[in-house]
């Protein structure tokens, strides 16, 4: 779910003469020792929407004591972390936030996420059944799968770190850069390696067209 950050403006009110461009006169000695006029109210217009505010805890609050529907079945799934919400600035932020450790795989081995990536719960689920289902099969002639190389999770940015693009998906905790695949005897497939096989890093990639709205891959962006 994206959330609209909250701008409030407490703007200081100009004196209708002096925006007027009128000439006022000097305040007497009197004047200036009077007591200060009582502080005015608010306007509603610019009174801060309480409201918004109460609907996401501080960033440092502790995570929801009861499960989302998505982690209960990340469980079966992953290791996995539950956050706070994410509250950043700008559209920054998310919910149902979790810190993907590992990933479970069939046959209950475990593939680590290398360092641990910060997503919303459903791009996870995504994430872990990509891995479950595609990835792992698809290496079935290697030695098992170990670890996910993960490049990038949770960043408050915009597109390509580009000043004033569109906020990247990333700042929402629904974007993921894979650098590569570990397996068991320390080898690595890179997703960018001339030398790992074309046709099995164009599988990966037709598999995660298949299940994201979008893929970023080699030729993508120049």
Partial sequence: MKWAAVIVLLLCAVP???????????????????????????????????EAYASFPEAAAAAPAKPSACQVRLQKLAVFQTLPVLI???????DDVVELDA??????????????????CPMAEQVAQWVRDD?????????????????????????NNVRAAQMSEHG??????????RLADGQEMELTGIYVPKDWRETIRASAC????????????G
């Fill in 103 to 120: 990933v479970v795989l069939a046959d209950q081995s475990k593939v680590a996420v290398i360092p641990a990536a910060t997503l919303r």
């Fill in 88 to 94: 950043g600035p700008g559209d920054c932020g998310a």
């Fill in 172 to 181: 929402k905790a629904d974007a993921l850069d894979v650098r590569a695949f």
């Fill in 135 to 159: 990835v792992a099969p698809s290496l079935k002639n290697l030695p098992p799968l170990r670890a996910l190389d993960n490049f990038a999770s949770y960043d408050c940015r915009s597109r």
């Fill in 210 to 221: 298949a299940r994201f709205s979008t893929v970023l891959g080699p030729g993508s962006d």
């Fill in 16 to 50: 209708v003469a002096a925006a007027q461009g009128a000439t006022a006169a000097p305040p007497s000695k009197a004047a200036r020792r009077a007591t200060p006029a009582a502080p005015q109210p608010l306007p509603q217009q610019f009174a801060p929407p309480q």
